[in-house]
Nanobody, 120 residues
């Protein structure tokens, strides 16, 4: 059974850093794209960063040069290093893996999310 579990969220002051981690349970081998997206109250869901099986990365303009995505061992985890955090980064962050099979979703599997709160 596939299960994604995020960790590492929390509260931090603007300018600070957090590292999010996501473990991919139930995978024997992962060749899928992985990514992070976020959802803030009253705002659209936003894809933040992705990394494919060739370790090619993509970042939303809003986080470029501040966030870094990288895989863990055997690509059975994915991490998001977030530096120079801004108040606008406050959101619930979700990791996802593999292309979606349901219309309207970003990924086939995703976790329950971890809250990131940035204060002034």
């Amino acid at each position: 059974q596939v299960r994604l579990v995020e960790s590492g969220g929390g509260s931090v002051q603007a300018g600070g850093s957090l590292k999010l981690s996501c473990t991919l349970g139930g995978f024997l081998k992962n060749t899928c794209e992985m990514g992070w997206y976020r959802q803030a109250p009253g705002k659209e869901r936003e894809l933040v960063s992705t990394i494919d099986n060739d370790n090619i990365t993509w970042y939303a303009d809003s986080v470029k040069d501040r966030f870094t995505i990288y895989p863990g061992n055997a690509r059975l985890s994915v991490h998001l290093q977030m530096d120079s955090l801004e108040i606008e980064d406050t959101a619930a962050y979700f990791c996802g893996a593999c292309p979606p099979v349901v219309e309207g979703t970003l990924y086939r599997w995703w976790g329950q999310g971890t809250q990131v709160t940035v204060s002034s």
